[in-house]
């Protein structure tokens, strides 16, 4: 979570495009200070690495390993609907 407050150059991080102070840069998941050396992002969200590699072991998948539906599951709808809208056009 961004703290929000105000970020001068001589305490700015710049990670996945954010900018950060370096006491907030930590794991979203357990609260751990990162660097710029060993982190990962995903979604927006930074994570220590083995955090990261173990969200993603979990599920076997970047998508459900970190909270979100699989990129799979969005196509079945989406097909799902566009087989229905064909039915109804005839």
Known sequence: ?????????????????????????????CGSQLSLGNYASLHGKIYCKPHFKQ?????????EGFGHKQHKELWNSKDRCSSNQNMTKT
């Not at 969200?55 to 998508?63: A, M, P, R």
Request: hydrophobic share 30%.
């Open 55 to 63: 969200l993603f072991k979990s599920k076997g998948n970047y998508d």
């Open 1 to 29: 979570i961004l703290c929000q407050q105000r970020v001068y150059p001589m305490e700015c991080l710049v990670a996945d495009k954010q900018n950060f102070h370096k006491s907030c840069f930590r794991c979203h998941h």
